[in-house]
C-alpha cells in the first residue's frame, strides 16, 4: 500500500502537488464561508480564515512531510538545489572541492597500505590459525630453530595441527631452458609447508613424503610466475624434469597466481619456486638455520599452546642434554601475521596519523572557506526561515550541501588514488612484507566513503548551524550587505587557522627529526667502505662439487679469474655481505681460564676479504693463503665479540667452538681482530661475529655457509657481462645473479627510512601548504573587512609600510599562538617517533628552531598579498562608503 | 470557545476514523465533526488534520475523492475502506482497555494499602 503511494509521490510529485493546493484552498474558502454566513465581512472572513489555517503554505509543507517518501524527496530536493548553489560560486567549489580531494585522496592511498598490511588476513585460510616459534634471547627474538628442535616439536607436541620448516634464505639455482641459465630463487620447505598454509596447488600436487628425504629423486613445486614466465604457462608440465644446477628435479605442481610466502627479515620477497627441505635432524643441529611455522589444532588457543611449547622444552633439555643456548629465554609463539607485520606497524600508523592530519587541515579550510561564503548567503536563508521552513529542514539542506563538496571531493580522490598507489607502491622498500597487491578495493572505497562523509559534517556542521539560526528579520533588512561584520564568525576562523598552524608545526616537526635522522643513518660508517664495489651472488651447485675441498679450489680459482678482470684491484667471497641476511648461532670461548658464551654472527670469507671490503685489521692477522685445511684452525672475530667475552683483557690466542648441540664442538684459535661493521642494518650496532676460512671448512659445515657474495673492488665500474664472461671462463653453467654495486646495497637498506621520511616531508609540506592558504583566506577577509579603516588610517597619515606592518602584525597574532601550541605538541608527541629516529633525540631544539623559523617565513608569505592588497586601497573611496 | 488540548497522533487518528463511520466528509467536515461528538473538548486546526487525513490515507485505511460540499465548493471527501473499518474497531477496543485501566489505576485512593 505504501510503496504505491511512495511512487506516486515520487513520480508524480507535481500532481499530488496540485492537488493538494486544491484541497488546502478550497478548505481556506469553506472557513471563510462559515465566518461570512456568521455575519462577517467577506474580505474579513477570508483573512481570518487563513489566519486560523495558519497559512496555506505552511499547511500544505506539513502535509507534504507526513507524504510517505517525504524524506527521500526533500534529500533529492536538496541535492539539486545543492547543486545548483554549487555551481553559481565556481571558485568557492573548485577550491573546497579540490582541497578535501586531496585530503581524503592522501588519506586513501595510505589506508590502501594499511589495509594490505594491517587489517586484511593474510591470503590463507583461516591465517589467524597460524603461528610463528620464536627463541626469545636476551639480545632479542630469533626467529629460528634447528632440524633437532623441528622434529622435535612436530613430535612431541600436542598443539599443532600441522608443522612446516623453511629454510632461512632462499637459495639459488640455475635453472636451464634452452641456451641461456637463469637464476631461480627457491625456498627450501618440508613436506607440509603447504599444508600447514592451507593453499592447494592450481596444477598437480605438492611433495610426498619421500620426496622430502634426503637422497632421493628431487621434486619441486614452481610458482605461478616462473610457470609463465620460463615455460610458457605448458599445461604439460607437470611430471616433467628440469635441471637445476645440473640436477633433474621432477615438477610435481604449480602454485597460483599471486601466491606468497612472506618472510620479513627477507630483502626481496618474491621466490620462484619450492623445494623439499629434506630435514635430517641430527646432522644440521649445529645452527639456527630453519624457522618454524605451524598451524593450531582446531579448539586451541594461543596460550594452550604456549604452554605445551613449554613442556617440550623441558622435554628436549632431558632428552638432549647438550642442547644449550646462552642467554635464552624459553620458546615463544607469535601469530604469524603479527610476526610478518611487527616492524612496520608502528611506522605505518604513525603515517596513517600524520595524513589525517592533514586531512583535518584541509578540513578546517573548508569550513572556513563555508564560513566566508556563508554570510553572502545569510538573506536567502532568512527568507527561507520566513517563509515558515523549520531550523531543522534548513539546517538538513545546508548540510547536504556541505555533504555534497565533500563526496564530490571523495570521487575526485577515488578517481585519481589508483595513480597515487601506484606512485607510492613504486618508492616503496623492497622489504614491504606485501601479501598482495595494495589497490582501491571495496574496503577502500568505503574507507574513502566514510572519510568524505566525517569530512563534509566536520566542514559543515558549525556552519549550518549557525546559519539557521540567522536573525530573521535583520539579515532581511540588511539584504546584499554582504560584510555585515560577524565578529563571532570572524574570531572562530581565525581560531581555526591557529589549530591548522599548531597540526603543521607537529608535522613539520616530525619530518624535521625524520629527515635530520635519515642524514645521520646516510654518514654513518657503515665499517667498511661501499663505493667502487661490485657484487653478486653465485650459487655453488651442491651437486657439482661436492666436497669443500673442490668447492672452495673453484672459489680460489675464480678469484684469481676476477682478480686479473681489467680494472680490478682485489676480489673476495663471503657466506654474507654486510646487510644481507646471514647465519648465526652459539659459540663458546675460552680465553686463558675464562669461558664465556656468545651469540655470534658467522660468516666464511675468503683471506682479501678484509682488504677488499676496506676493513681494517684492529689486532693480529687477516686469514692467509697457509690457513688451509692442513694447518691450525683459525678463525677471526671482530671487536664487539673481543668486547663481549673479554673485555678489557686480550682475545687474541683465544678458542672459540659453535655450539653444535649433540655433534662434537669445533675449537679454533683466534688469530685476528677485525673492526666492526653494520650487520642487519645502518641503524644496528654490530654484532659479535666469527669469521672462518673457506679452506678451512669441512663438508658438513661447508653445506651450512651454502651462499656466496662476491665483492669486487675496482676502479672502475665492471659490468655484468664481464663477471658472467670470466665466470663462464672457470666453470660453465652457473649464473651470475643480483649484480649491483655495493652502495645499492647499502641505500636498499635505508629504503624503508627513505620511504617514511620522504612520506612525512610530503605530508608535512600539504600541511604547511594548506595553512598557508589558510592563513591568506582570514587575512584577505580580515582586510576587505575593515576597508574603511584602512582608508581612514591613511588619510590620517599612515604610510603604505605601516600598513602593511598592520596586516603582518595581524597575521602574526594568528599565527604565533598555534606556533607556540605546535611546539608544546612536539615536545609531547614526537617521542612516538622514537623508535624511527637514528641519533637524533625526540626533542632536539635544533630541529624544533628550524621548524619555527620556516613557520614565520610561511606566515610572513601569507601576509605579503593581503598586506599588499590593503596598500592599495583609495582612502577615498574608502570613506565614501560608511 | 473549545478548550485546546494536545492530541497524541494516534488518537487523533482513531477520532477522525470514528467521524468518518457515519459517512464521507470533507476536511473542514470532519474537523466540525470531531469538535462536534467532543462537545468541544478537542479543536483539531488545519494544521495538525491535513497530515493526518494523508497519512490515514497512505496508511489504507481511508480513500478520497473530489466532491461538492454543501456550498457548491469542490472539496475533497474522504471515507472509510474496509480496512479502516477494521482498524476503528480494535483502535476502539485498545482504547476502552486503556481507559478502564488509567480509570481504576487514578482512583486508587492515596493512602491505600499496596
Redesign the interface.
Known sequence: ??LR?LFRNLIRGARVDR?LD???R??????A??KVAQGIAPEEARRQAHI???GIE??KE??R????GAWLESFVRDVRYGLRMLARTPDFSAVAVLTLALGIGANTAIFSLVNVLLLRPLAYPQSGRLVHAQWRFAQGDVPSVTGTEFAFWTEHSRAFESTAAVALFPSGFNLVTGSEPAYVKALAVSRDFFRTLGVQPVLGRTFTADEDRPNTPKAVVLSYGLWQRRFASDPGIVGRTIQLDNTSYLVTGVMPKGFVFVLPYAVVQHVDAWVPLALVPDAHDQGHDFTMIARLNPGIRLEQAQSDMARVLAEIRQDIPGHVRSNEGGMWLVPYQKWVTGDIRAPLLILFAAVGLVLLIATVNVANLILTRAVVRQPEVAVRLALGASQGRVLRQLLTEHLLLAFLGGALAVIVAPVAVHALLAFAPQSLPLTAVPHVDLAVLAFAFCVSAAAGLAAGILPAMSASRSDVSNSIKQGARTLSGNSAHARLKNFMVTGEVALSVLLLSGAMLLTLSLIALERTDPGFNPRALSTFHLWIPADKFETAATTWDFERRLLARLSSVPGAESAAVVSALPLEPGLNGDATVTTGKREAHVYVEKRSASPDYFRTMQIPVVQGRAFRESDDASAGLVVIVNQTFAHLCCPGGNVLGGQVALNAGSKGTWPRQIVGVVADTREEAIAEPAPAMVFFPPAQLDDELRAVFSGSSWVIRSHAPLSAGEIQRAVAHVDNGEAVADFAPMTDIVAESLAPSRFITTLMIVFAALALLLAAIGLYGVLSYSVAERTHEIGLRMALGAERRDVRAMVLSDGFRVALPGVAVGLALALALTRLLRNLLFGVSPTNPEALLAVTLILVAVASLASYIPGWRATRVDPMTALRYE | MAKQLDLLQGTLDLLILKTLQLGPL???GVSRRIEQITRGTFHV???SL???L??L????WVTSSWGE?E?N????FYQLTRAGRRRLESETERWGRISLAMQRALAVPADAAQ
Not at chain 1, 65 to 68: E, R
Open positions: 500500500m505504501r503511494f492537488q486544491d484541497e488546502v478550497s478548505f481556506v474558502d469553506m472557513l464561508d462559515d486560523e489555517a495558519g505552511q499547511l506539513a502535509t512531510d507526513a507524504h510517505t | 470533507h476536511g473542514l486546526g488545519a494544521g491535513f497530515p493526518a494523508h497519512r490515507e497512505e496508511a489504507g460540499s456550498n465548493r469542490r472539496a475533497r
